[in-house]
């Protein structure tokens, strides 16, 4: 079974960066689509970030766009999220997930098939 580990959460102040990682376990061999999600003290879990199998396709939350950066490394079976600028309200524990292809990325938690543990991310103001 695919297994997903974060790592790179932490404490940082308001306008600073972090960048979590997010190792697979194995080599999928498949086209798959790779997304960050995030849930807020009390909320639900909302889409931050997805990637297309190739790099090529990125999306993004209106609320994280043009501060965050999603990238991958197929080679290292990695999958990143670099957070610059940021922000108190972006204090949340962040998990990756996994999903086979499809021809969009999905910005519904439902549609993804392997999840990690999440990284808890605490911004202070």
């Known amino acids: 079974q695919l297994q997903l580990v974060e790592s790179g959460g932490g404490l940082v102040q308001a306008g600073g960066s972090l960048r979590l990682s997010c190792a697979l376990s194995e080599r999928t061999g498949t086209r798959d689509v790779m997304a960050w999600f995030r849930q807020p003290p009390g909320k639900e879990r909302e889409f931050a970030a997805g990637i297309s199998w190739n790099g090529r396709s990125t999306v993004y939350a209106d609320s994280v766009k043009g501060r965050f950066t999603i990238s991958r490394d197929n080679a290292k079976n990695t999958v990143y999220l670099q957070m610059n600028s940021l922000k108190p309200e972006d204090t949340a524990v962040y998990y990756c997930?996994?999903?086979?292809?499809?021809?969009?990325?999905?910005?519904?938690?439902?549609?993804?098939?392997?999840w990690g543990q999440g990284t808890q991310v605490t911004v202070s103001s």
């Open positions: 997930a996994w999903r086979s292809f499809t021809p969009l990325i999905i910005r519904t938690a439902g549609s993804y098939n392997y």
